[in-house]
């Protein structure tokens, strides 16, 4: 009998050829599944970004409500696109740094705009600064949250978060349509100490909860079920006023952790990249290095 290596055509063992087929078979089928989910957490990033930037064109056009509503659509793909990713395990740096610009727009120019716009359009000039300065801080404190991951505590946010600090303006906004109040002066009189207020925030060392350590899990408690139950409860009949009490809650939770005596560790210091020193060639020609140029 000849040996296996050897055999050709019909010789060959069937068990061979039928494990070859199913695992071609396999290559074919994963590689499009791989493909369509480090996709998804980009697709659910890029929407979130149109929404800021809907929203950006619709505080223009004087639909204020609408804007408020994109903001919140965004809030949701802010929070859906780094479940996505870790769940898929497909995590990157790219994936970070696109949500870090998708932020930008969608949480610190398109609340910024909406809040001049609606609201402190009044006073000309001092409304161009004060919503400004909110964007100019929500950069920094995304930016300051990129470089600081890896040494902060896990359970709690350094300062306001940014969509936190949207979530306010646009809550704001939407009680405000929901109460049909009309009260320019007032209003203007109002956003001008909050928006400065959340962008304070938002770069302070104030501690703030984070949920990303809350395991779903865990059996909950009864009052815990109850009190999900009333606020979803709410938040269909009243979506407008449910929002902004959730969002003022959160805002206020980070002075309230304050007030106990929580504090945050000093993060690891923001140095400049460190430029290796160039050893000393070598004297031999063997050992003698060379540098592509620019």
Same mark, same amino acid.
């Given at each position: 009998m000849r040996p296996t290596h050897q055999l050709k055509g019909r010789d060959r063992p069937h068990a061979r050829i039928i494990s070859g087929r199913i695992r071609e078979q396999r290559d074919k089928v994963a590689a499009p599944l791989r493909r369509g989910v480090l996709l998804a957490p980009a697709t %659910?990033?890029? +929407?979130?970004?149109?929404? !800021?930037f809907y929203s950006a064109i619709s505080s223009i056009g004087g639909h204020f409500e609408l804007a408020a509503v994109m903001i919140m659509v965004a809030f949701?793909?802010? !929070?859906?696109?780094?479940?996505?990713?870790?769940?898929?395990?497909?995590?990157?740096?790219?994936? %970070?740094?696109?949500d870090s610009l998708s932020d930008v727009v969608a949480f610190g120019m398109a609340p910024a705009i909406l809040a001049f716009t609606w609201a402190l359009h009044p006073i000309g000039g001092l409304g161009v600064a004060v919503s400004g300065l909110f964007v100019v801080c929500a950069a920094l404190r995304l930016a300051r949250f990129n /470089?600081?991951?890896a040494s902060v505590d896990k359970r709690?946010? /350094?300062?306001?978060?940014v969509p936190g600090a949207a979530a306010m303006v646009a809550g704001i906004a939407l009680a405000y349509s929901y109460f049909e109040l009309s009260?320019?002066?007032t209003l203007c009189s109002l956003m001008v100490p +909050?928006?400065?207020?959340?962008?304070?925030?938002?770069?302070? #060392? /104030?501690?703030?909860?984070?949920?990303? !350590? %809350?395991?779903?899990?865990? #059996?909950?408690? %009864?009052?815990l079920m109850i009190a999900a139950v009333v606020g979803a409860a709410f938040l269909v009949t009243m979506p407008q006023v449910t929002l902004f009490l959730l969002a003022s809650a959160f805002v206020l939770s980070g002075p309230y952790l304050?007030?106990?005596g929580e504090r945050m560790s000093n993060p690891v210091a923001m140095l400049p990249v460190e430029v290796q020193?160039?050893?000393?060639?070598?004297?031999?020609?063997?050992? #003698?290095?060379?540098?592509?140029?620019?």
């Open positions: %659910i990033t890029s +929407i979130g970004l149109l929404s !800021g949701i793909c802010d !929070g859906l696109d780094g479940r996505v990713a870790r769940l898929s395990r497909t995590s990157s740096h790219f994936g %970070i740094e696109y /470089v600081q991951t709690r946010f /350094v300062g306001l978060p009260s320019p002066k +909050i928006t400065l207020a959340l962008a304070g925030l938002m770069i302070s #060392r /104030v501690p703030y909860p984070s949920f990303k !350590g %809350i395991n779903l899990h865990k #059996r909950a408690q %009864i009052e304050l007030l106990r020193p160039q050893s000393a060639p070598a004297s031999s020609d063997s050992q #003698r290095t060379f540098e592509v140029p620019d």
